[in-house]
């Protein structure tokens, strides 16, 4: 009976996770456009609507990064929980003049804005903000 118990509790924190990944798989899913830095050595930079950088993230774990209507670089992406509370890593795989590159970001998705957390809370490093084009699909 224990080990019955032990089996479902684990099946069933398997299948949460599983689902909090889906979830937020669904909601950065789609188009985002760059609007704001916020922090480090600058203390703000608004960027207009249409600005042409944009970040594009597909159901099929695809993303492209758009610079003036042209894609900068692409690759694969993946999005998992962090272990704090509405906060995701979002984990990026590309290849950028000939080198194979990754890099990890700490981001918020929350009220139509995908939002890159620094590395660390001080220096250098602003927060960039990017808002959805479009509807949510």
């Given at each position: 009976?224990?080990?019955?118990?032990?089996?479902?509790?684990?099946?069933?924190?398997?299948?949460?996770?599983?689902?909090?990944?889906?979830?937020?798989?669904?909601?950065?899913?789609?188009?985002?456009?760059?609007?704001?830095?916020?922090?480090?050595?600058?203390?703000?930079?608004?960027?207009?609507?249409?600005?042409?950088?944009?970040?594009?993230?597909?159901?099929?774990?695809?993303?492209?990064?758009?610079?003036?209507?042209?894609?900068?670089?692409?690759?694969?992406?993946?999005?998992?929980?962090?272990?704090?509370?509405?906060?995701?890593?979002?984990?990026?795989?590309?290849?950028?003049?000939?080198?194979?590159?990754?890099?990890?970001?700490?981001?918020?998705?929350?009220?139509n804005q995908l939002i890159h957390l620094?590395?660390?809370?001080?220096?250098?490093?602003?927060?960039?903000?990017?808002?959805r084009l479009g509807e949510q699909p």
């Amino acid at each position: 009976m224990k080990t019955l118990m032990i089996t479902i509790l684990a099946g069933l924190v398997i299948s949460s996770c599983s689902k909090n990944n889906r979830e937020a798989n669904e909601l950065i899913t789609g188009q985002w456009e760059h609007r704001k830095d916020e922090g480090g050595f600058v203390p703000l930079i608004q960027y207009p609507p249409g600005n042409g950088n944009i970040q594009v993230f597909g159901s099929n774990k695809e993303f492209k990064v758009m610079r003036a209507g042209a894609v900068a670089y692409s690759g694969n992406y993946e999005l998992r929980e962090s272990g704090v509370t509405g906060k995701w890593l979002l984990k990026l795989n590309y290849t950028l003049n000939g080198q194979q590159q990754s890099g990890t970001d700490t981001v918020i998705i929350a009220n139509n804005q995908l939002i890159h957390l620094p590395d660390s809370p001080c220096c250098d490093m602003p927060t960039r903000f990017y808002e959805r084009l479009g509807e949510q699909p």
